[in-house]
């Protein structure tokens, strides 16, 4: 398996900057403080900053990348599978015949065909792909490096009383469930920047009649008034506790935003799916994928800079959960995974476009690897089928549309068997920076962990061919 690429490093903080942060604390500001500061100024290039929010599309389980966004119609036939490629609205460049939708709307597309990495494990993989960062060892998932969402909270991103960073994982109502991707994998919350940081998780399923996402209104016995003084007495408590334990500030935001959401008269709306026409809802599809895209529109639309949507687990017996599939790739890919993917990215891109949204709304689609260039070869413990391709991280894709990302566009290339990058090898730190590039963190930040030492957040540099 291929080694990471190389990235640059050249942004990790200098001796004489973690010694002038010493110094500096004597006035009261940390490392993190001075970091950040000098991050600020280091914008480039009139992409920096474009998207003022972020939809990630996240497929749990890894997308078959040479089935889906890199056909291989002359390879063997153990290699290229039972699909065809077809033409696009861009000429010259070709997806899945399975994905007719996003064909007709590839000028908004940049697809990315050289991803790697060497890790081969669901839970732990996903962190490279959230947060750009190897991940750490153990299953601790509070030592995890931040979400992106995580590292927009922390700076304070979003604008009105609803969370900065929401994750859709939408699960089934049945008992029977297999939740280990759900609960377990690593890179979804905040880490070590802290809980305060984790995002507002729904695993409501919002293709339910009963989709509900907490109580967004106060009780009739509750008053505003009344609800004013007890945020009152919370900042009166919170000021003893400070003094006494000099306890992080970052609760009072916390707590200061949940009181917000109580007392606004529209938060709560955002979570109101019935509040859309009929037909937009159909046009997303009427399952759980479809509409937890339609919520990441609205609650974008509302102020929250960053909604994870992670393909969602349908509980479906004796076939494989969400796209890992070790056996029935072809079937699942064809029947059950590819049309809702297509129906609901291509609606969310028309969707943004007609809604004055999509050029500073930045969406990106990836899963945590791919799979193995040969149908039934074995590369984890888990293995595949006749009819499936196990674990791949040697090559995959991802596709970005909109928010300072140029569409119309393929980035790097796999070799004739789609196992390794041919040209422009791309390291997921280097994709996340893209990604931070686009919503404004310059490469320089750093933020203090629980001990408050100041770490650059993602040491990765921006692909700037995929810029607009």
């Given at each position: 398996?291929?080694?990471?690429?190389?990235?640059?490093?050249?942004?990790?903080?200098?001796?004489?900057?973690?010694?002038?942060?010493?110094?500096?604390?004597?006035?009261?500001?940390?490392?993190?403080?001075?970091?950040?500061?000098?991050?600020?100024?280091?914008?480039?290039?009139?992409?920096?900053?474009?998207?003022?929010?972020?939809?990630?599309?996240?497929?749990?389980?890894?997308?078959?990348?040479?089935?889906?966004?890199?056909?291989?119609?002359?390879?063997?036939?153990?290699?290229?599978?039972?699909?065809?490629?077809?033409?696009?609205?861009?000429?010259?460049?070709?997806?899945?015949?399975?994905?007719?939708?996003?064909?007709?709307?590839?000028?908004?597309?940049?697809?990315?065909?050289?991803?790697?990495?060497?890790?081969?494990?669901?839970?732990?993989?996903?962190?490279?792909?959230?947060?750009?960062?190897?991940?750490?060892?153990?299953?601790?998932?509070?030592?995890?490096?931040?979400?992106?969402?995580?590292?927009?909270?922390?700076?304070?991103?979003?604008?009105?009383?609803?969370?900065?960073?929401?994750?859709?994982?939408?699960?089934?109502?049945?008992?029977?469930?297999?939740?280990?991707?759900?609960?377990?994998?690593?890179?979804?919350?905040?880490?070590?920047?802290?809980?305060?940081?984790?995002?507002?998780?729904?695993?409501?399923?919002?293709?339910?009649?009963?989709?509900?996402?907490?109580?967004?209104?106060?009780?009739?016995?509750?008053?505003?008034?009344?609800?004013?003084?007890?945020?009152?007495?919370?900042?009166?408590?919170?000021?003893?506790?400070?003094?006494?334990?000099?306890?992080?500030?970052?609760?009072?935001?916390?707590?200061?935003?949940?009181?917000?959401?109580?007392?606004?008269?529209?938060?709560?709306?955002?979570?109101?799916?019935?509040?859309?026409?009929?037909?937009?809802?159909?046009?997303?599809?009427?399952?759980?994928?479809?509409?937890?895209?339609?919520?990441?529109?609205?609650?974008?639309?509302?102020?929250?800079?960053?909604?994870?949507?992670?393909?969602?687990?349908?509980?479906?017996?004796?076939?494989?959960?969400?796209?890992?599939?070790?056996?029935?790739?072809?079937?699942?890919?064809?029947?059950?995974?590819?049309?809702?993917?297509?129906?609901?990215?291509?609606?969310?891109?028309?969707?943004?476009?007609?809604?004055?949204?999509?050029?500073?709304?930045?969406?990106?689609?990836?899963?945590?690897?791919?799979?193995?260039?040969?149908?039934?070869?074995?590369?984890?413990?888990?293995?595949?089928?006749?009819?499936?391709?196990?674990?791949?991280?040697?090559?995959?894709?991802?596709?970005?549309?909109?928010g300072g990302i140029g569409g119309g566009q393929v980035y790097g290339s796999s070799d004739r068997h789609a196992a390794y990058p041919a040209s422009n090898a791309i390291a997921p730190v280097d994709l996340i920076a893209t990604v931070y590039h686009c919503l404004g963190v310059s490469p320089d930040l750093a933020l203090a962990d629980q001990q408050g030492r100041p770490l650059v957040i993602c040491p990765g540099s921006p692909i700037h061919d995929l810029l607009a």
């Open positions: 398996m291929p080694t990471q690429p190389t990235h640059n490093r050249s942004h990790v903080p200098t001796r004489r900057d973690l010694l002038r942060a010493g110094s500096l604390a004597l006035f009261g500001l940390s490392a993190a403080d001075l970091l950040t500061a000098r991050a600020a100024s280091a914008v480039a290039g009139p992409t920096f900053g474009r998207a003022k929010s972020c939809i990630l599309l996240f497929m749990w389980g890894g997308p078959a990348h040479q089935d889906t966004w890199d056909l291989k119609p002359d390879a063997p036939a153990e290699i290229r599978g039972e699909f065809k490629p077809i033409a696009t609205r861009v000429p010259g460049i070709q997806i899945c015949e399975h994905l007719p939708l996003l064909a007709e709307r590839a000028d908004k597309l940049a697809l990315v065909r050289s991803l790697t990495h060497s890790n081969v494990d669901h839970l732990t993989a996903t962190h490279y792909l959230l947060t750009g960062q190897p991940p750490p060892r153990g299953d601790d998932l509070t030592k995890d490096w931040p979400h992106v969402g995580s590292v927009l909270a922390r700076l304070g991103r979003g604008r009105g009383p609803l969370p900065p960073f929401v994750s859709m994982r939408p699960k089934p109502h049945m008992e029977n469930d297999v939740p280990r991707f759900v609960e377990q994998s690593h890179g979804q919350f905040a880490g070590w920047l802290g809980q305060a940081y984790n995002p507002l998780t729904i695993d409501a399923d919002p293709n339910f009649a009963d989709y509900h996402v907490g109580d967004f209104a106060l009780p009739a016995e509750i008053s505003l008034a009344r609800l004013e003084s007890r945020r009152e007495l919370l900042q009166n408590v919170n000021e003893q506790l400070r003094r006494i334990e000099r306890r992080a500030p970052a609760m009072d935001g916390f707590y200061g935003r949940a009181f917000e959401l109580l007392s606004s008269s529209g938060a709560g709306r955002a979570f109101d799916l019935d509040a859309e026409p009929p037909a937009v809802r159909d046009r997303y599809g009427r399952h759980p994928h479809g509409q937890s895209v339609l919520q990441a529109r609205r609650l974008i639309e509302a102020g929250v800079p960053l909604v994870t949507v992670y393909w969602p687990s349908e509980g479906i017996k004796n076939v494989s959960v969400y796209w890992d599939t070790h056996s029935r790739n072809f079937i699942d890919l064809k029947e059950r995974l590819m049309p809702p993917a297509d129906q609901a990215f291509s609606a969310l891109l028309d969707d943004l476009a007609e809604r004055g949204l999509l050029d500073e709304t930045l969406v990106v689609w990836t899963g945590e690897f791919g799979r193995t260039p040969r149908v039934g070869q074995r590369n984890s413990d888990a293995g595949a089928g006749a009819d499936g391709r196990d674990h791949w991280p040697g090559c995959f894709s991802a596709v970005l549309a909109g």
